[in-house]
């Protein structure tokens, strides 16, 4: 055998070419790894810029206007605050149940499996369907009025609720079984161990996840259109049967906007605001995982 | 002293209850897709009354709103499927090559900051994205692609892929990530270099998840709406795919956007134009859900098992 | 025959002198660190042409390390540190200029749970040649045909070579990778434990196979086994808390053992 066959000159075999395949091929690896990253970035940087002289206290104050200079986006502000606090509302009880439910007191059974593959297909439906259920049930068959709060947030609860059962599965399945023996054992009722020992651990689970599919809600606008919400509201909504607007339908109305004030000005700050609120809320869902997953290394 | 061990009615009673309210809330989401369903197939039945399947699915002109109306569905599908396989082009590549990178190449440190990094591609409403497009993208490309008309395409195709690669990305990593080392050892004892190993062990050890991962991040592009509605304006037409030129950089409407058009204007429950929306919607339904399954089946029945 | 505790061990020929001997690997003052954990120190050594070679010792005695220096497998963990020399041939492998990729084509290794790839049969024995650029049809069949018949498995595999590998039994699985590693002609064969996870009746396939493969290839085995390494060693290295204790031809090592700590492991007074 020839000793110098292992050194690297030796050309005889195809190893050179391998390598220099190698090599082109991790630097297409970083490339694509830093593609959407460094894009979404320099698009981030530049609407910012484009915002930093328009985004004021007034911006927040102000109603929405032709003008650019007095544009503002209070009702669609309050409009998203509002719907996406009544969805929060809505879907926790009725997410964290269902997966009370699936998780402490249905057994592996076909039913459950049943339960469990309708979620998931229901969270791979197309938020505009949600809509067109939202349009379907809600204004056509119980009649209520087109584009009101009360509606969105029962249409954009829909939407969200898949999300919120399967993250509060995952947040309940995490809880040991060792405690839910402890406690069985001292006597207590099923209920009264969920309430008592299992809801309290997997809360930061179930937040993290409720509060990044809230994050997500406040960016839907599809469904809300499908429902009648306005894209332009000039008053901000003060009950359930308001009509009302939200944050991303302003900014697709303001999108038409050809004026350079407004692609260039206005809408940039809007869009900001919105960001600001669904960075900040991803932020918080973050925290909340840390410390979910510092009390499971403290086990 | 005695022990009272009988069961307690009151407490039966209230632990029974507390288990029938969490299960109808369970059920609540059984009850959601019948709605879906129902509501979906209710209208679009009286719509196919009123126009026929055969109009519907093999005409070419899609205009509910504007006389002469004609609900072909065609130029809708056209587009979709345009915008689809644009978008996947840009996504699917991209999305693996970084889940290849994340799984095999890069170290702790570096994962630790980039996947994060790339969930937040995915937390970007598509509004923003839609506007991204029409505002910066296609200025941009306008510069050296002369005829790139303002709705087009290729910068929505840009901007909703950049938004799907953490879904490809991170299922495809996952599946990666699960190929067990002692396979990794295998290939590398018998003297292969590591772009051999991953390319022809790693990869297609994974295959399964991979492609499923696929499935899914298209079935999103194929529901995606806002960025589309925005950026690729509201001509629908029938693409024609041998000219790359005329496909990329003109105007599209897919069929989601068709549905916002139709939501946005002044119909009346009462129209036809109305009941196209279901008839649409239950198309997209069926495009979607299609595809979710196949890429439930293909995960599960290709499972490698190491 | 001679008998040891009540095994029967192979009568090493006593004729045949180091001298007579070529050395494929000579370990020269070998230490290896895990990050700042000193796992072999100074292990000076010698592997033989066409004789298996047996590395035994007490768990966590650094024998599976040293396994792993041979073809460098231990440069895929972070972290890790090598001083002193193995020569291949009087080339060293850690030297600067020598490829892990080219030396790993001349030293295959055989791990102790079998890892087939999730492909066919045949795909698994082709694998090493596909990738270093063979990629003629016959030429393929003939090497698979030939590594499998080595392997001692063609017989029962012929009939299914494109059955996915995994189908297999254990046993069949190890033999499958042994066939892996001979397809790319290797001069040396590293096996870690190969026994460890089959049953008796698989682990003596698998001890006629090493035997038989000495004839071609040279063989280093690591067992927990005594048994084995009587049986299967020509030579045999007795490693301790990272030392090399003891290396000897088998008959000397187990019947008249040098040092004591080598006799008390021998006769299971620890490990």
């Not at chain 1, 091929?25 to 694509?32: E, K, P, R, T, Y």
């Not at chain 2, 190993?197 to 990869?203: D, E, G, I, P």
């Not at chain 2, 496909?247 to 002044?266: H, K, N, R, W, Y």
């Not at chain 3, 007795?238 to 204790?245: C, R």
């Given at each position: 055998m020839a000793v110098k066959d292992i050194a690297s000159g030796a050309a005889e075999d195809n190893i050179r070419k391998e390598r220099i395949k190698g090599i082109v091929?991790?630097?297409?690896?970083?490339?694509?790894a830093l593609f959407g990253i460094v894009s979404l970035g320099a698009l981030l940087i530049y609407v910012i810029y484009e915002a930093a002289g328009w985004l004021d206290l007034e911006f927040i104050t102000n109603t929405p206007s032709r003008f650019a200079e007095k544009a503002g986006v209070r009702p669609p502000l309050l409009g998203s605050a509002f719907v996406i606090g009544l969805v929060a509302l809505f879907s926790l009880p009725l997410g964290v149940g269902s997966a009370i439910y699936l998780e402490e007191y249905s057994k592996q059974s076909f039913f459950r499996r049943f339960i469990e593959i309708n979620i998931a297909n229901l969270a791979g439906v197309p938020s505009i369907v949600y809509g067109l259920l939202g349009l379907g049930l809600f204004v056509s068959t119980f009649g209520m009025p087109h584009g009101i709060v009360l509606v969105g947030a029962f249409t954009l609860t829909l939407r969200v609720l898949p999300i919120v059962i399967v993250s509060s599965q995952e947040a309940i399945k995490a809880v040991p079984d060792l405690q839910r023996h402890a406690s069985l054992g001292l006597g207590t009722?099923?209920?009264?161990?969920?309430?008592?020992?299992?809801?309290?651990?997997?809360?930061?689970?179930?937040?993290?996840?409720?509060?990044?599919?809230?994050?997500?809600?406040?960016?839907?606008?599809?469904?809300?259109?499908?429902?009648?919400?306005?894209?332009?509201?000039?008053?901000?909504?003060?009950?359930?049967?308001?009509?009302?607007?939200?944050?991303?339908?302003?900014?697709?109305?303001?999108?038409?906007?050809?004026?350079?004030?407004?692609?260039?000005?206005?809408?940039?700050?809007?869009?900001?605001?919105?960001?600001?609120?669904?960075l900040s809320m991803n932020g918080i869902a973050v925290y909340f995982r840390n410390k979910f997953y510092q009390k499971k290394r403290q086990k | 002293m005695e022990l009272d061990l009988h069961k307690q009615f009151r407490v039966d009673i209230k632990e029974h209850l507390v288990k029938f309210v969490f299960f109808s809330f369970a059920f609540l989401s059984v009850i959601t897709t019948v709605g879906i369903v129902v509501v979906l197939i209710t209208d679009s039945a009286i719509f196919f009354s009123e126009v026929s399947f055969f109009e519907f699915f093999t005409g070419t002109r899609w205009s509910p709103t504007i006389r002469p109306e004609e609900f072909g569905v065609l130029p809708l599908i056209s587009g979709t499927l345009t915008f689809t396989l644009?978008?996947?082009?840009?996504?699917?590549?991209?999305?693996?090559?970084?889940?290849?990178?994340?799984?095999?190449?890069?170290?702790?440190?570096?994962?630790?900051?980039?996947?994060?990094?790339?969930?937040?591609?995915?937390?970007?409403?598509?509004?923003?994205?839609?506007?991204?497009?029409?505002?910066?993208?296609?200025?941009?490309?306008?510069?050296?692609?002369?005829?790139?008309?303002?709705?087009?395409?290729?910068?929505?195709?840009?901007?909703?892929?950049?938004?799907?690669?953490?879904?490809?990305?991170?299922?495809?990593?996952?599946?990666?990530?699960?190929?067990?080392?002692?396979?990794?050892?295998?290939?590398?004892?018998?003297?292969?270099?590591?772009?051999?190993?991953?390319?022809?062990?790693?990869?297609?050890?994974?295959?399964?998840?991979?492609?499923?991962?696929?499935?899914?991040?298209?079935?999103?592009?194929?529901?995606?709406?806002?960025?589309?509605?925005?950026?690729?304006?509201?001509?629908?037409?029938?693409?024609?795919?041998?000219?790359?030129?005329?496909?990329?950089?003109?105007?599209?409407?897919?069929?989601?956007?068709?549905?916002?058009?139709?939501?946005?204007?002044?119909?009346?429950?009462?129209?036809?134009?109305y009941r196209s929306l279901f008839a649409v919607g239950l198309t997209l339904f069926a495009m979607t859900m299609v595809l979710n399954m196949v890429s439930a089946y293909i995960k599960r029945k290709y499972r490698e098992k190491y | 025959?001679?008998?040891?505790?009540?095994?029967?061990?192979?009568?090493?020929?006593?004729?045949?002198?180091?001298?007579?001997?070529?050395?494929?690997?000579?370990?020269?003052?070998?230490?290896?660190?895990?990050?700042?954990?000193?796992?072999?120190?100074?292990?000076?050594?010698?592997?033989?042409?066409?004789?298996?070679?047996?590395?035994?010792?007490?768990?966590?005695?650094?024998?599976?390390?040293?396994?792993?220096?041979?073809?460098?497998m231990n440069d895929l963990i972070e972290g890790t540190q090598v001083e002193g020399r193995i020569l291949l041939n009087d080339k060293n492998i850690y030297d600067k200029d020598i490829d892990p990729v080219r030396l790993r084509r001349h030293i295959g290794m055989v791990f102790q749970q079998p890892n087939p790839f999730p492909k066919s049969i045949f795909d698994n024995v082709a694998y090493g040649p596909r990738m270093f650029g063979t990629h003629n049809r016959e030429k393929l069949q003939e090497i698979t045909e030939t590594s499998l018949k080595k392997a001692a498995l063609w017989d029962e595999v012929k009939d299914r070579l494109h059955k996915s590998a995994l189908s297999l039994s254990g046993g069949q699985q190890q033999r499958l990778c042994i066939a892996r590693a001979i397809a790319v002609e290797p001069e040396v064969i590293l096996m870690d434990e190969p026994a460890s996870a089959l049953d008796p009746i698989a682990t003596t396939f698998i001890e006629d196979l090493i035997d038989?493969?000495?004839?071609?290839?040279?063989?280093?085995?690591?067992?927990?086994?005594?048994?084995?390494?009587?049986?299967?060693?020509?030579?045999?290295?007795?490693?301790?808390?990272?030392?090399?204790?003891?290396?000897?031809?088998?008959?000397?090592?187990?019947?008249?053992?040098?040092?004591?700590?080598?006799?008390?492991?021998?006769?299971?007074?620890?490990?």
């Open positions: 091929f991790q630097v297409f690896c970083v490339i694509a009722t099923r209920w009264q161990m969920i309430r008592t020992v299992v809801l309290p651990e997997a809360v930061p689970g179930i937040l993290t996840g409720t509060i990044i599919a809230l994050a997500n809600a406040m960016g839907e606008t599809a469904p809300l259109i499908m429902i009648g919400a306005a894209t332009t509201m000039f008053t901000s909504p003060h009950g359930l049967f308001s009509s009302f607007s939200a944050m991303p339908l302003q900014i697709y109305a303001w999108s038409d906007f050809p004026q350079s004030e407004f692609q260039h000005g206005v809408t940039p700050a809007a869009i900001v605001v919105l960001l600001i609120i669904i | 644009v978008t996947s082009l840009i996504a699917i590549p991209t999305g693996l090559l970084a889940a290849i990178f994340l799984s095999e190449y890069a170290n702790e440190r570096v994962r630790s900051v980039l996947k994060p990094a790339l969930e937040v591609l995915a937390g970007i409403p598509t509004v923003v994205y839609g506007y991204f497009a029409l505002v910066y993208i296609t200025p941009m490309l306008k510069s050296f692609i002369p005829q790139l008309s303002t709705f087009n395409v290729l910068s929505a195709s840009i901007v909703v892929g950049i938004m799907i690669i953490p879904t490809i990305a991170s299922i495809s990593e996952d599946a990666m990530r699960a190929v067990p080392n002692t396979l990794r050892h295998a290939a590398f004892g018998l003297g292969v270099t590591k772009f051999q190993v991953t390319t022809s062990v790693v990869v297609p050890s994974a295959l399964s998840g991979i492609v499923s991962s696929f499935i899914l991040g298209i079935s999103r592009v194929i529901g995606e709406t806002m960025a589309v509605t925005i950026a690729g304006g509201n001509m629908s037409r029938m693409v024609n795919w041998l000219k790359p030129g005329e496909t990329l950089f003109e105007p599209v409407q897919t069929m989601t956007a068709a549905m916002v058009e139709i939501g946005v204007s002044d119909v009346t429950g009462d129209s036809v134009a | 025959m001679i008998e040891l505790d009540g095994t029967i061990m192979k009568h090493n020929e006593r004729t045949e002198t180091e001298q007579k001997l070529d050395t494929v690997i000579n370990v020269n003052e070998l230490s290896f660190y895990y990050g700042q954990t000193q796992a072999l120190f100074n292990i000076d050594m010698r592997i033989y042409k066409n004789r298996v070679t047996s590395i035994i010792g007490p768990s966590g005695c650094g024998k599976s390390t040293m396994l792993r220096c041979f073809n460098r038989e493969l000495k004839k071609n290839y040279t063989v280093v085995i690591v067992t927990h086994n005594m048994q084995q390494a009587g049986r299967v060693g020509d030579y045999t290295a007795f490693f301790l808390n990272g030392y090399l204790e003891e290396f000897d031809t088998t008959e000397k090592l187990f019947l008249n053992p040098a040092s004591k700590k080598t006799a008390d492991y021998i006769s299971g007074r620890f490990g």
